[in-house]
Protein backbone atom coordinates (compact mmCIF):
# COMPACT_ATOMS: atom_id res chain seq x y z
CA UNK A 1 0.00 0.00 0.00
CA UNK A 2 1.30 3.47 -0.78
CA UNK A 3 2.52 5.27 2.10
CA UNK A 4 1.92 9.47 2.36
CA UNK A 5 5.30 11.16 2.17
CA UNK A 6 5.57 15.25 2.95
CA UNK A 7 7.28 18.19 2.05
CA UNK A 8 8.24 20.98 4.88
CA UNK A 9 5.76 23.20 3.27
CA UNK A 10 3.47 20.51 4.59
CA UNK A 11 1.82 19.30 1.25
CA UNK A 12 1.18 15.40 0.96
CA UNK A 13 1.95 13.09 -1.88
CA UNK A 14 0.82 9.86 -2.53
CA UNK A 15 2.78 8.07 -5.19
CA UNK A 16 1.36 5.21 -7.31
CA UNK A 17 3.85 4.39 -10.71
CA UNK A 18 4.76 7.87 -12.03
CA UNK A 19 1.91 9.59 -10.40
CA UNK A 20 1.58 11.76 -7.49
CA UNK A 21 -1.43 12.66 -6.05
CA UNK A 22 -1.01 16.12 -4.09
CA UNK A 23 -3.01 17.67 -0.91
CA UNK A 24 -2.08 19.50 2.49
CA UNK A 25 -1.56 17.88 5.75
CA UNK A 26 -3.70 18.17 8.59
CA UNK A 27 -1.69 21.16 9.82
CA UNK A 28 -1.46 23.30 7.17
CA UNK A 29 -5.16 22.63 6.98
CA UNK A 30 -5.63 23.23 10.85
CA UNK A 31 -3.39 26.55 10.22
CA UNK A 32 -5.64 27.72 7.30
CA UNK A 33 -9.01 27.40 9.50
CA UNK A 34 -12.07 27.20 7.02
CA UNK A 35 -11.40 26.91 3.39
CA UNK A 36 -13.04 29.43 1.27
CA UNK A 37 -11.65 29.00 -2.15
CA UNK A 38 -9.07 26.38 -4.23
CA UNK A 39 -7.42 28.20 -7.37
CA UNK A 40 -6.19 25.12 -9.46
CA UNK A 41 -3.55 25.11 -11.43
CA UNK A 42 -4.20 24.55 -15.31
CA UNK A 43 -3.71 20.98 -17.03
CA UNK A 44 -0.74 20.47 -18.66
CA UNK A 45 1.37 23.19 -16.14
CA UNK A 46 4.90 21.84 -16.03
CA UNK A 47 6.10 22.50 -12.78
CA UNK A 48 9.53 22.20 -10.72
CA UNK A 49 9.62 20.79 -6.99
CA UNK A 50 9.26 23.98 -4.50
CA UNK A 51 7.59 26.02 -7.25
CA UNK A 52 4.29 27.38 -6.54
CA UNK A 53 1.43 25.27 -8.41
CA UNK A 54 -1.99 26.91 -6.84
CA UNK A 55 -3.25 28.64 -3.95
CA UNK A 56 -5.81 28.02 -1.05
CA UNK A 57 -7.73 31.12 0.06
CA UNK A 58 -9.17 30.50 3.64
CA UNK A 59 -10.96 32.78 5.88
CA UNK A 60 -7.74 33.82 8.12
CA UNK A 61 -5.40 34.27 4.89
CA UNK A 62 -4.16 32.69 1.17
CA UNK A 63 -1.25 30.40 1.23
CA UNK A 64 0.52 29.11 -1.82
CA UNK A 65 0.59 25.31 -2.39
CA UNK A 66 4.68 24.38 -3.77
CA UNK A 67 4.93 21.18 -5.89
CA UNK A 68 6.22 18.09 -3.49
CA UNK A 69 7.84 17.11 -6.73
CA UNK A 70 8.73 18.26 -10.46
CA UNK A 71 6.15 16.91 -13.02
CA UNK A 72 3.04 18.15 -15.00
CA UNK A 73 0.35 18.16 -13.58
CA UNK A 74 -2.58 15.64 -15.18
CA UNK A 75 -5.45 15.86 -13.39
CA UNK A 76 -7.02 18.47 -11.09
CA UNK A 77 -9.79 18.26 -8.12
CA UNK A 78 -12.78 19.67 -10.10
CA UNK A 79 -14.81 19.06 -7.26
CA UNK A 80 -13.37 21.97 -5.40
CA UNK A 81 -14.60 24.26 -6.97
CA UNK A 82 -16.94 26.57 -4.97
CA UNK A 83 -16.92 27.38 -1.35
CA UNK A 84 -19.21 24.69 -0.24
CA UNK A 85 -17.46 21.77 -1.73
CA UNK A 86 -13.57 23.28 -1.00
CA UNK A 87 -15.37 22.26 2.41
CA UNK A 88 -14.08 18.74 2.12
CA UNK A 89 -10.07 19.98 2.54
CA UNK A 90 -11.45 20.57 5.86
CA UNK A 91 -13.09 17.75 6.27
CA UNK A 92 -11.03 14.99 4.50
CA UNK A 93 -7.53 16.85 3.62
CA UNK A 94 -5.76 13.33 3.50
CA UNK A 95 -8.62 12.14 0.88
CA UNK A 96 -11.28 13.74 -0.65
CA UNK A 97 -9.37 16.75 -0.23
CA UNK A 98 -7.01 16.11 -2.42
CA UNK A 99 -5.56 19.03 -4.86
CA UNK A 100 -4.24 17.93 -8.42
CA UNK A 101 -2.21 15.20 -9.81
CA UNK A 102 1.43 15.18 -11.25
CA UNK A 103 3.03 12.83 -13.94
CA UNK A 104 6.37 13.01 -12.00
CA UNK A 105 9.33 13.91 -14.17
CA UNK A 106 12.49 13.10 -11.68
CA UNK A 107 11.36 10.09 -9.33
CA UNK A 108 14.49 10.43 -7.11
CA UNK A 109 12.81 14.01 -5.43
CA UNK A 110 10.59 11.64 -3.50
CA UNK A 111 13.47 10.71 -1.56
CA UNK A 112 13.69 14.16 -0.34
CA UNK A 113 10.20 14.00 1.41
CA UNK A 114 9.50 12.89 4.97
CA UNK A 115 7.68 9.95 6.00
CA UNK A 116 4.90 10.61 8.36
CA UNK A 117 6.74 9.80 11.93
CA UNK A 118 9.50 12.22 10.35
CA UNK A 119 6.80 15.09 9.22
CA UNK A 120 5.88 14.67 12.69
CA UNK A 121 9.16 15.13 14.31
CA UNK A 122 9.59 17.84 11.93
CA UNK A 123 6.26 19.78 13.28
CA UNK A 124 7.22 19.18 16.72
CA UNK A 125 10.87 20.64 16.54
CA UNK A 126 8.71 23.54 15.55
Known sequence: ?????????????LQEDNL?????SEFAQEELGEIAFVEL???G?????????????SLKSTSEIYAPVSGTVIRIND???????CAVINTDPLGRGWLFVLKISNAAELEGLLTREAYNRYL???
Open 1 to 13: MAEYLYSKDHEWV
Open 20 to 24: ATVGI
Open 41 to 43: PEL
Open 45 to 57: TVVKQGEAVCSID
Open 79 to 85: SLSDEKS
Open 124 to 126: ESG
